[in-house]
């Protein structure tokens, strides 16, 4: 029953739909009347770390797959409806329409016409239009969170789609992603540094796809995502999945940079943490002038 609970809330997470059908139907029912509906975001479909290529050529043996660029940016969920009206929601179900006004302001340019509502997954990443490179995420987190408008943006964005989850009053939660991304690619336009389909490739070639993963490091990606193409390629809202795998530069010995840093401050824990230290500030030290630079905070537990 908790399964079901918890599945129904990740396609439609709204207690005023979900408790009265509860009280007035039973935990049953819930699947054939709580469903995904346009304008309440679902929870996105995640993919689990994995530590090298030959490991995702042996988890994914015998079925298709695809490779994607893993961008550095921040995930977004587009739902344009049939009146026009669009509205952007942040991997935590948040409203982020308001901070993303020229995402908005594309989506006219972006859709064919013969296309009337959708609801896009996606990566908003911060871009340097004149130079045609991605930015790194602190770039994008500059931008203020709400209330922008087109004259006060100081920092470009690109979206990149990679999953299609309803098309014209067509849920698409239950195809393939073979069949999702052909309804990806037959539904929008390319526009170069405002909205572009994620990079990838189709193999299961041990080398090609290594090439692959340098080629997205170097293009200012993460690394790659891999997901199965038509073999329990579903879209499995608000789950951290086995059908999509995550190969990311910092997983990997052989590409991830190390740091040598000096905590310089600490931070009173929380929660589970009251009572210890719960993160700490870590510093490098400038040679040039002497002093130690903050980098990053950390966090800490005791196990």
């Given at each position: 029953?908790?399964?079901?609970?918890?599945?129904?809330?990740?396609?439609?997470?709204?207690?005023?739909?979900?408790?009265?059908?509860?009280?007035?139907?039973?935990?049953?029912?819930?699947?054939?009347?709580?469903?995904?509906?346009?304008?309440?975001?679902?929870?996105?479909?995640?993919?689990?770390?994995?530590?090298?290529?030959?490991?995702?050529?042996?988890?994914f043996q015998g079925r298709?797959?695809?490779?994607?660029?893993?961008?550095?940016?921040?995930?977004?969920?587009?739902?344009?409806?049939?009146?026009?009206?669009?509205?952007?929601?942040?991997?935590?179900?948040?409203?982020?329409?308001?901070?993303?006004?020229?995402?908005?302001?594309?989506?006219?340019r972006i859709r064919k016409?013969?296309?009337?509502?959708?609801?896009?997954?996606?990566?908003?990443?911060?871009?340097?239009?004149?130079?045609?490179?991605?930015?790194?995420?602190?770039?994008?987190?500059?931008?203020?969170?709400?209330?922008?408008?087109?004259?006060?943006?100081?920092?470009?964005?690109?979206?990149?789609?990679?999953?299609?989850?309803?098309?014209?009053?067509?849920?698409?939660?239950?195809?393939?992603?073979?069949?999702?991304?052909?309804?990806?690619?037959?539904?929008?336009?390319?526009?170069?540094?405002?909205?572009?389909?994620?990079?990838?490739?189709?193999?299961?070639?041990?080398?090609?796809?290594?090439?692959?993963?340098?080629?997205?490091?170097?293009?200012?990606?993460?690394?790659?995502?891999?997901?199965?193409l038509d073999t329990d390629?579903?879209?499995?809202?608000?789950?951290?999945?086995?059908?999509?795998?995550?190969?990311?530069?910092?997983?990997?010995?052989?590409?991830?940079?190390?740091?040598?840093?000096?905590?310089?401050?600490?931070?009173?824990?929380?929660?589970?943490?009251?009572?210890?230290?719960?993160?700490?500030?870590?510093?490098?030290?400038?040679?040039?002038?002497?002093?130690?630079?903050?980098?990053?905070?950390?966090?800490?537990?005791?196990?």
């Open positions: 029953a908790a399964k079901i609970i918890k599945e129904a809330y990740s396609v439609l997470p709204i207690y005023d739909k979900i408790v009265p059908t509860l009280l007035d139907a039973g935990v049953w029912k819930l699947p054939e009347t709580c469903n995904f509906s346009i304008g309440v975001p679902v929870g996105p479909m995640l993919a689990k770390a994995t530590k090298s290529v030959s490991e995702i050529i042996d988890k298709e797959y695809t490779c994607e660029y893993k961008y550095d940016g921040e995930r977004a969920q587009i739902h344009c409806m049939e009146d026009g009206t669009v509205e952007i929601y942040s991997r935590n179900a948040e409203r982020n329409t308001g901070k993303y006004p020229d995402v908005v302001d594309a989506i006219s016409p013969t296309v009337k509502s959708f609801v896009l997954d996606c990566e908003i990443v911060a871009y340097d239009r004149e130079k045609k490179r991605i930015l790194p995420f602190q770039i994008l987190s500059t931008r203020a969170r709400k209330g922008v408008t087109i004259n006060d943006i100081k920092v470009s964005v690109c979206t990149f789609g990679f999953d299609i989850l309803y098309i014209n009053g067509k849920p698409l939660l239950q195809e393939q992603l073979k069949v999702r991304r052909e309804h990806l690619y037959n539904s929008f336009e390319e526009v170069p540094g405002v909205f572009q389909l994620a990079t990838a490739i189709t193999s299961n070639d041990l080398e090609e796809i290594q090439k692959f993963l340098d080629l997205s490091v170097n293009s200012s990606c993460e690394g790659l995502i891999i997901k199965t390629a579903t879209y499995e809202p608000a789950k951290r999945s086995n059908n999509w795998l995550k190969l990311k530069k910092d997983y990997m010995d052989s590409v991830g940079d190390s740091l040598d840093l000096v905590p310089i401050a600490a931070f009173h824990g929380r929660g589970k943490r009251t009572g210890v230290y719960g993160s700490f500030l870590l510093a490098c030290y400038d040679e040039h002038n002497e002093e130690y630079q903050t980098i990053c905070n950390i966090g800490y537990w005791i196990f």
